[in-house]
């Protein structure tokens, strides 16, 4: 099949790509991931109650079920949040102060978040891996149940540099609408 002349093929850059993918593992984790954990943690509850109280009978597994699935769904969600920031501030201050006073305040706290996660990174997953523990009930070994912590650091450090440069550019933009 031949093109037109002077038409140019379609090419993807492969950073775009890259971040396309990441968008998509992202949602994915993110959002219908811990949609489909709420629904194992709602559905253990029931099951758990209702055994309970109407069959007289004892589910050990619904309890840890329901805490493994808050655990992964708080891991995974707060990646998403971060990127969307909508994670839990205190603006009290903040909304009155000025705009440079804002953006160091944002700098600030995303700086401090990147730095300890990155140095808490290292110490955590060594610990993690040196891990024999199990769960009670279910016998999954630790390094599978609190896995999903290392996705989240990751998020976190990564949407806290993001949050940096968004601060700074937001900054930028509003000194140039200002002398307008």
Same mark, same amino acid.
């Given at each position: 099949?031949?093109?037109?002349r002077? !038409? ?11 971040k396309?993918v990441?968008?998509k593992?992202?949602?994915f984790?993110?959002? #219908? ?15 758990t109650?209702?055994y309970r109280?109407?069959?007289?009978k004892?589910v050990?597994? @619904?309890?840890?079920?329901? +805490?493994?699935?808050?655990?992964? +769904?708080?891991?995974? @969600?707060? @990646?998403k949040?971060?990127?969307n /920031? ?5 603006? &009290?201050?903040?909304d ?9 305040? =944002? ?5 401090? %978040?990147?730095?300890?996660?990155v +140095?808490?990174?290292?110490?955590c997953?060594?610990? &993690?891996?040196a891990?024999?523990? +199990?769960?009670?009930?279910?016998? %999954? ?21 993001i949050?940096?440069k =968004?601060? #700074? /550019? ?5 000194g =140039?609408? !200002?002398? !307008?």
């Amino acid at each position: 099949m031949t093109r037109p002349r002077g !038409a140019r093929s379609e090419e993807v850059c492969p950073v775009e790509s890259f971040k396309n993918v990441v968008k998509k593992v992202n949602s994915f984790l993110g959002v #219908l991931f811990p949609c489909l954990l709420f629904l194992a943690l709602f559905f253990s509850f029931v099951l758990t109650i209702f055994y309970r109280y109407i069959a007289n009978k004892s589910v050990v597994w @619904g309890n840890e079920v329901a +805490i493994l699935a808050y655990m992964w +769904i708080m891991f995974f @969600g707060c @990646g998403k949040a971060m990127e969307n /920031d909508e994670h839990v501030v205190f603006s &009290l201050v903040y909304d009155v102060v000025s705009p440079m006073v804002k953006m160091i305040m =944002k700098v600030v706290y995303n700086a401090v %978040l990147t730095i300890l996660m990155v +140095i808490c990174f290292q110490p955590c997953l060594k610990a &993690l891996l040196a891990s024999t523990q +199990i769960t009670g009930v279910l016998k %999954l070994p630790y390094t599978v149940v609190f896995a999903p912590f290392f996705w989240m650091m990751l998020n976190i450090i990564v949407y806290s540099i993001i949050n940096i440069k =968004k601060a #700074l /550019d937001e900054y930028k933009a509003s000194g =140039k609408e !200002a002398s !307008a």
